[in-house]
């Protein structure tokens, strides 16, 4: 039984919460449109959080991502703006994401820096980059509209972001649960000396994930871009924290106090859900911080007695 | 007396710690701790510092019977512990080490720097006179922190007994020196000490009475000016007549392992060694002669500039674990937790990790099989007798001789060329060690080279065809046939090369 809540307690208060939303407004937070919508509005926040949940698979973090994402969405508009075709444009973002990750991913695994100080270095030269590309000033114009049907309508009946949710979510699960790599990344997370030792390699898998979660996050600057039609140098600002916090919720879920795709789903959810029934309901933004966090701390309260009483 | 433990005896699981180990220390005196490798000083030290409670036995202080409840309890009965590894904070100065955890001096709501300063001058005129007092601990040589770790075990509370474990394991001989005098000078004060050491030359020269341990129980005890060198020797191994069973090196069987001009331990000294396919080589040394490292260079896991390792004729290339993995390389570290398993995972991930190939769903394709995990744990279950309720049960479920069978079913599958085997029965009860020497010796017997490290010597003896020892940075002995004996080795190993003070 405690195994049973330890692992889907926190599915279960992801059902609780929208089961509760659904009482309290019937109508609006309930309506099949609303919860598909809510599916659209946390794929960006749970992509970035996807990335970071590979780099906590080798017991690391990456606080560059929040960069990186502005860094995309500036990156696309500006060789938009010099006049590169939008499909070499996005992957020309997603090759400089990756330079910065196998940058992060080298200094950090090749010369054992702390990976809190190595990216967050990393993520301040990548800001001064952005800054420097967009001058400082949101970039609008220049921006196709056949880009910009990326981020935005509907395919199959359901929102096209969705589908780009799907799609990264089950690359990254396959990534992590189901092909070599992920139990070296596991490896390498759980005990990176032991891995070493039966002869994983430490360097080009740590760089593996480091350039996965850079990816990841540039792939949210473009579909972030796509979506508002333009880009500013500060547009990832808030993806940090909020991802960190939906891969905490996530390894509370699933598997003991390990970083998981589904979990970190899960996670991502409960964000998410939590942002749209205040706002359906009229609580002001401040207090849906608070309570977020609220949430958030409690949930891992939660899970330590669960721990400590087993 | 000060200090008199009788009859102690502890367990752990299956294996005894101390089985009736006695001691008297008297006040003002030093008194030496003998005894080989796992001969129980730790646990006995342990006892007296409140951190293991014994199963039998009596703890007098006084004449009194004391039961040591807790570090806390330990420390109010003035007993003080010196560790191998120091624990002084790097960036205090000496004055603010010797106050962590003690009463500050205070001026109103303030720390009284000052008075700090003074009473630690106070005491290091005493102890230690040429000690830098104002420097951080960082700067320090390791026998400047060791003087540190005695001036803070004097204050607080009058110290009554002080237990030092290796005090100069690390240190030159000229600064052994200067710590010999700081623990003659601790003695003239009243306080008993407790010394252990592997150094015979120094205990002889500065203790006043010795206690020998072998197998958890004392084996000899007296006045030290009426034993000599050879005599504590012979306390400390006690087997001059065990039965040994003669292993000798397969003969006609070509070298395998090929290890020359290769840099060990911190004195530049080299090594060099062969073993062949099929023979065991045994490496024997006190804690701290360097085996461990060693085995790691050879492994791959530390890098090393000079000297070469060949392995059936092929060069293996300094830290590339890869390397000796492609050529039927395999390794058991010494710390099965923090080196060996990784917790998180299920025992079937901790069997594959080395191997992911031999788990893939099809020969072509990175993808990994839960059939095919299950199907290799039970392989490894079978043919190595793990206990193991489910595959994906997670390591630390097993118990330690389980376990440590995990580490060799990692290697499992393929053909073994070399074995590197550190410590392999380490916390492992006397059943499972059996079995496990059985695993290692079928290894063996299919033509890997075994390179292993043991501090027991009883493993020693029943596994290695030789046996290397090593002491102080250098090979003092190369035994085999009639001539592998335990005293042979135990004198080998105590054989402690003086070396060259850096400062003299």
Redesign the interface.
Known sequence: MTGFVRRFGTLAALVIIIIAFSIASPGAFGSPSNLINITQQMTLLAIVAIGATVVMAVGEFDLSTASIVSFGGILVVFLFKVGVPAPIACLAVLAAAAVFGAVSGFVVSRFEVLSFIATLAVGTIIGGITFWLCEGATLFGNIPAEFRDIGRGTMLGLPTLTWWLIGVAACAWIILDKVEIGRRLYAIGGNREAARLAGVRIVPNTMFAFIVSAVLSALVGILLTARIGSANPTGGGGYLLSAYAAVFLGMTAFREGEANVPGTLVGAAIIAVIGNGLTILGVSTFLQDIITGTIILAAVLVRRAGKQGA | MLLSIKALEKRYGGARALAGANIDVAAGSVHGLLGENGAGKSTLIKTLSGLVTPDAGEILIDGKPVTIESVRHAEELGFRFIHQELSLVPHFTAVENAFVGRAYPKRGPFIDRAAMARAIAETARDIAPDLPLDVPAARLTTGQKQLVEIIRALIGEPARLVVMDEPTASLSDGEARRLHKAVRRLAERGVAVIFISHRLDEVMEICDRYTVLRNGATAGAGDISYIDRPGLVRLMSGREEAELIARPTPGGSPVALKVSDLPFGDHGSRIAFEIKAGEILGLYGLVGAGRTSLMKIV?G?TSHREGTITLEGRALRPGH??D??AAGGA?V?EDRR????????TIA?NL???N??AV?VAPSL???GLAALKRRAEEVKSALSVKMSSAFAKPLTLSGGNQQKLLFG?WFGRPIRLLILDEPTRGVDVGAKAEIHAVARRFADEGAAVLMTTSDMDELLALANRVLVLAGGEVTAELTGPSLTPARIIDAAFQHQSRKDPAA
Not at chain 2, 338 to 345: A, K
Request: a positive charge; zero cysteines.
């Open positions: 492994w896991a674990i890869g000796r993995i390794y570290p923090h080196e060996g398993l990784i917790v998180s995972r991930e594959a990790i080395a992911l190939k893939r990175p993808w990994v990692r």
